[in-house]
């Protein structure tokens, strides 16, 4: 099966505005998904309405001026708002060229200040400032494949910010 120029494939709500026109597309577009994925995972919901008939959603991606997600919700960390909407300009040439590129941009919000989100930095700081009994003590029990509570926090009981591993998958 051969493509020719001007097919549109692919789901709407995911689409770059240059995939809806049928115009070629790169990793650019990608990119784009990513910050619709993004821009979804901030704020709770679609970024392109559902509800609208097939007519007015493709109408709605091609144009891809879509609300930045502090626009919907100004509790969305400014940084995290200019990752989304760099991911989903309507311009390729104005949007990431790369994942890799985005990639590092949520990296340094992740990273800033004080703040530990990956398993190599928290065990470098947990083993400088966790005294050595208290990781002996939470490691996974050989016999049972079994480990004990954190004393610094009680089971099931996520805190602000935290990812969880059961959700996201653990990413080494």
Not at 65 to 78: F, I, N
Not at 108 to 135: C, K, Q, T
Request: glycine fraction near 10%.
């Amino acid at each position: 099966h051969e493509e020719s120029f001007g097919d549109v494939k692919g789901k709407l709500g995911y689409m770059a505005p240059e995939q809806a026109r049928g115009l070629p597309v790169d990793r650019r577009a990608d990119v784009f998904s990513l910050g619709v994925i993004l821009h979804e995972l901030l704020v709770g919901r679609p970024l392109v309405p559902l509800r609208q008939g097939a007519e007015e959603l493709l109408a709605i991606v091609r144009d891809g001026r879509h609300p930045g997600p502090r626009d919907l919700d100004p509790v969305v960390p400014a940084e995290l708002d200019a990752v989304a909407r760099r991911a989903l300009a309507v311009d390729p040439a104005a949007r990431y060229q790369t994942a890799r590129e985005m990639a590092i941009d949520l990296g340094r919000y992740l990273h800033f200040g004080d703040a530990i989100f990956d398993s190599h930095a928290l065990e470098a700081w947990m083993a400088e400032h966790v005294p050595r009994n208290i990781l002996e003590a939470a490691a996974v029990e050989p016999e049972t494949g079994a480990g004990t509570t954190s004393p610094m926090r009680p089971p099931g009981r996520a805190q602000p910010g935290d990812a969880s591993s059961a959700a996201l998958g653990e990413v080494e």
